[in-house]
């Protein structure tokens, strides 16, 4: 364990340039440190009288995912999750996002060994905070968010967590399957790919284990949750998209742009409220637009949902055969971003 935070700090150590890079690793290396040093095994931790029965309950649940997720959905699952740790808050990291005030194009950094990516992420909440606070000074829409979740790609063994061991079976799984997938293919640079392709994977995942599992109710509601969640995507994703025609205008004032902006995101919150009561309040959506929506927060959507539906085509199209849709998708390494974002979206106007 101890030479894995070794080779993370040469690697990280080589690249860095500035002050303020330097700062950013050194709190991500610290981190993951952190992790590495709470986590225990999940065998001895089940055989432990001390265990709480919750934990001991979703642990086991764990193993079950993870044997299902080698076997039938042909995830590098071996030597992953078979640690545990307890990091005594609610979130593992908390990510920014950044675009600019009248652009849907979201703010890229550069990392080592992963290329761009479309957010910065940070081990103290205070910390990303201040980036986000500096980045909103320079004009930029900004959102924070927690996430409770990462993988490592492989690079390290990725524990369990208590950030998300709570949720409920069918989402735990699909968070597994997703951040598995990302071990079996993920490509440098194209975050929209890499999340989209995992997403599709992760869901597949937890439908798949849950009607093997003969828990028929929860399939049922699982279903239920993903065709809400469709809908407000679709609502969100036009919106997206009428600002970008807002902002494509020419000529007009900031004024005049940010009245339009706000008009539209407006609509938007009271269109998305309205089709949240349609499906029972199943997406708690007021609760969703306690935090500011803008550009910024409407490309995290994009990234994830985006290319989805090209995706379970694909998968549709292998006849739900797992294998043959990783060798289509793996097929697309050696495009260009620009022509693996043209296949896929192809792909869901069949």
Request: glycine share 6%; hydrophobic share 40%.
């Amino acid at each position: 364990m101890r030479k894995g935070v070794v080779v993370l700090v040469g690697l990280i150590g080589s690249f860095l340039s500035s002050c303020s890079t330097w700062h950013f690793y050194t709190q991500a290396i610290a981190g993951q440190a952190e992790i590495i040093r709470k986590a225990r095994p999940v065998d001895q931790l089940v055989k432990s009288p001390a265990i709480q029965p919750r934990l001991k309950q979703k642990l086991t649940t764990v193993t079950d995912i993870l044997s299902f997720a080698e076997a039938e959905i042909h995830l590098p699952a071996k030597g992953q999750y078979d640690l545990y740790a307890d990091l005594g808050r609610h979130h593992l990291v908390w990510v920014v996002f950044a675009a600019p005030e009248f652009s849907i194009t979201p703010k890229q950094w550069s990392y080592p060994l992963l290329g761009n990516l479309a957010y910065r992420g940070y081990f103290k909440q205070s910390l990303a905070q201040q980036e986000a606070d500096k980045l909103k000074a320079r004009g930029y829409d900004v959102h924070v968010a927690g996430v409770d979740a990462y993988s490592t790609l492989g690079y390290l063994r990725d524990p369990l967590l208590n950030t998300f061991i709570g949720r409920d079976d069918a989402d735990l799984a699909e968070l597994l399957c997703h951040e598995l997938t990302h071990q079996r293919l993920y490509l440098q640079g194209d975050t929209d790919f890499n999340e989209a392709f995992a997403t599709a994977v992760g869901q597949e995942g937890a439908r798949r284990w849950l009607l093997a599992r003969g828990r028929l109710k929860e399939w049922a509601q699982y279903e239920q949750n993903l065709r809400a969640e469709r809908a407000f995507i679709a609502l969100a994703l036009a919106t997206r998209e009428a600002l970008k025609k807002i902002y494509a205008v020419p000529d007009q004032t900031r004024e005049v742009r940010l009245l339009q902006k706000n008009a539209l995101l407006q609509r938007f919150k009271t269109r998305a409220i309205a089709l949240d009561q349609n499906h029972h309040g199943i997406l708690k959506i007021e609760l969703w637009f306690e935090k500011p929506v803008n550009n910024a927060r409407l490309a995290t959507l994009s990234t994830y949902f985006e290319l989805l539906p090209g995706f379970e085509f694909m998968l549709r199209r292998a006849g739900g055969n797992l294998e043959t849709f990783f060798r289509e998708v793996e097929s697309m390494r050696k495009l260009t971003q620009e022509e693996r974002r043209k296949l896929i979206f192809s792909c869901s106007r069949p």
